[in-house]
């Protein structure tokens, strides 16, 4: 596949935004946000200065379902974004990986779900949540109308919402996930 231009990523990026708003809520507007592309090989990041500016870094010469699916992992971080900026939880992760999956299934239909490489560390967070709500994104959903941020979730509210979940579990989906 021919690999979009750099006006293309951040509109696709801008419209990964807006379904990952009308699925999970809106975002905090309070944040602005810069997409840039990265040209030292860095995979996607969403990083944000602690006070009101997101930078969502996606990497460079994506093929069309590659930018789709960072796009849309990317975007759910920026709906209310962690402070410190590292400190994403396997719950989060799991429901932006998902999600990137979702749009890239919906947009390119289940051939361009089998070109998506997820890497280990994210499929282990998709299970982890598979094993609380089978369908994550609902789980997302759930987590962030009850919290407010995915980043507000605590193992309490976790538990509250799903009675059969240990708190072992919940602690677990809840800690940080490790840098990439």
């Not at 402070?83 to 051939?111: N, R, Y």
């Amino acid at each position: 596949m021919a690999v979009p231009d750099w006006p293309t990523n951040r509109a696709i990026f801008d419209h990964c935004l807006k379904v990952a708003e009308h699925t999970f809520g809106e975002r905090d507007t309070s944040w602005s946000y810069v997409v840039k592309c990265r040209q030292d090989g860095r995979g996607p990041e969403t990083i944000n200065d602690g006070k009101s500016q997101i930078c969502i870094w996606l990497s460079n010469n994506l093929t069309w379902i590659g930018c789709y699916f960072e796009s849309a992992h990317e975007a759910v971080h920026c709906l209310n974004p962690n402070i410190p900026s590292e400190s994403a939880t396997w719950m989060e992760e799991a429901i932006a990986a998902t999600f990137g999956l979702k749009v890239v299934l919906d947009t390119f239909g289940s051939q361009g779900l089998r070109l998506t490489r997820v890497t280990a560390d994210y499929l282990h967070a998709m299970e982890m949540v598979s094993k609380i709500d089978a369908d994550p994104i609902e789980f997302g959903k759930r987590m962030r109308d009850k919290a407010g941020a995915f980043g507000q979730v605590s193992p309490a509210d976790l538990m509250e919402l799903y009675p059969d979940v240990s708190e072992d579990r919940a602690i677990a989906a809840l800690s940080k996930f490790p840098r990439q």
